[in-house]
């Protein structure tokens, strides 16, 4: 089983729509959780990171539920800009990285 | 701005070639760490480095091996490439545990490497 797991999509979502991820781990140690964002064929660029108590950035929200073991991220007024695959990431021993596969999102006008 | 330098961004190689990868960081990271990303199967740690000369196996080491001379430079080495080997590598650095706070990594650009 993977350490990280999400829903791979694509979600397609028009322009403006409200759009959740969420992403489940399997390591109840982990110590924190982040999102990164990855535009086709770069590299993953940190998004946000995710508290318990929820945080927000904009238009996007992150939230972490310890009790289900998974995190999300809300995205209000979708934009063609934010089409991108959203990589969840739970980090052990405070540098140990896994990653999700990636959620693929398209905004289409 | 951190920046996570990587010395090609496209690579073809022949199997059985040894290949060096290189990664370059600039603002004094203690840890470093290269993967793979394939599709489907997103990223998985390779080797990672907490401080010069020290390394450490990741998820899949196999057919790998790392260098960390200097605190900036971080090198991945594939002894004897292979087709399945063929694959985007990314490089990362962060800024270690400081009052054990988890930063984000910074990602290089990308190495998209073809063993042929």
């Known amino acids: 089983r993977k350490e990280v797991e999400q829903d791979p999509g694509p979600f397609n979502v028009p322009e403006g729509a409200t759009v959740a991820f969420n992403c489940t781990y399997s390591?109840?140690?982990?110590?924190?959780f982040f999102w990164y964002r990855q535009d086709c064929r770069k590299e993953p660029k940190l998004l946000m990171s995710?508290?318990?108590s929820g945080n927000e950035d904009g238009r996007f929200t992150a939230q972490l539920n310890r009790a289900s073991q998974y995190i999300s991220l809300l995205i209000r007024d979708s934009k063609l800009s934010d089409s991108a695959t959203y990589l969840c990431?739970?980090?052990?021993?405070?540098?140990?990285?896994?990653f999700g596969s990636g959620t693929k999102l398209n905004v289409k006008p | 701005d951190v920046k996570v330098t990587q010395s090609s961004r496209y690579l073809v190689k022949r199997t059985g070639e040894k290949v060096f990868l290189e990664c370059v960081q600039d603002?004094?990271?203690?840890?470093m760490f290269w993967y793979r990303q394939d599709p489907g199967l997103g990223l998985r740690l390779i080797y990672f480095?907490?401080?010069?000369?020290?390394?450490e196996k990741g998820d899949i080491p196999e057919g790998y091996s790392v260098s960390r001379e200097k605190k900036e430079r971080f090198s991945l080495i594939l002894e004897s490439a292979s087709t399945n080997q063929t694959s985007m590598y990314l490089c990362?650095?962060?800024?270690?545990?400081?009052?054990?706070?988890?930063?984000?990594?910074?990602f290089g650009s990308g190495t998209r490497l073809t063993v042929v």
């Open positions: 990362a650095s962060s800024p270690g545990n400081r009052d054990r706070v988890n930063y984000g990594y910074t």
């Open positions: 390591n109840s140690a982990s110590q924190s």
């Open positions: 995710v508290y318990s």
């Open positions: 990431v739970g980090v052990y021993n405070f540098n140990k990285f896994y």
């Open positions: 603002m004094d990271h203690e840890n």
């Open positions: 480095s907490y401080d010069v000369k020290m390394k």
